[in-house]
């Protein structure tokens, strides 16, 4: 059984419909919390995002995937934060390189807004799919700032 993720302050947007276009389902297919214990997965944050960046400057990030055996998709999303950390490409997300890889595994990505980004606060999330379940890290605000 899969359920919605629990995500904070965001959660809201999504039980308020906000998402104007998003993938619900995306959405709904996140583990919640409860799921990710009972499964033994979870993804974490090892370096986080920082709190503001300007446009074009790159950033580390680092996260680590805690159970699972198959990791065949494993990215990045920025999203403005009126969109939450679920949205599209059409609202705007910004994606880092699609990586496959193990469970029990930490990775890292550099990271930039790039110059055609608009400004302001973006929400960011690791995403993985692993075993046939969506987990995602704790959402991260970064104001993104003109360069």
């Not at 419909?17 to 799921?35: K, P, R, V, W």
């Not at 370096?47 to 300007?54: D, L």
């Not at 799919?129 to 991260?140: A, F, H, L, Q, S």
């Amino acid at each position: 059984m899969k359920l919605r993720h629990s995500l904070g302050k965001w959660g809201a947007c999504l039980l308020g419909g906000l998402f104007l276009g998003a993938s619900i389902s995306h959405a709904l297919d996140m583990l919640s919390s409860e799921e990710q214990k009972k499964l033994g997965l979870s993804l974490v944050w090892i370096t986080k995002p920082p709190v503001s960046v300007k446009l074009v400057q790159t950033f580390p990030v680092e996260w680590k995937l805690i159970g699972g055996l198959e990791v065949p998709h494993l990215n990045l999303h920025a999203c403005p934060a009126e969109f939450g950390p679920h949205c599209t490409p059409q609202q705007g997300r910004l994606d880092g390189a699609i990586l496959k890889g193990k469970g029990n595994s930490e990775y890292k990505e550099d990271f930039t807004f790039p110059e055609t980004a608009k400004t302001g606060k973006y929400v960011m999330v690791g995403h993985v799919e692993v075993d046939g379940n969506n987990v995602m890290t704790d959402p991260i605000e970064v104001t993104v700032m003109p360069k």
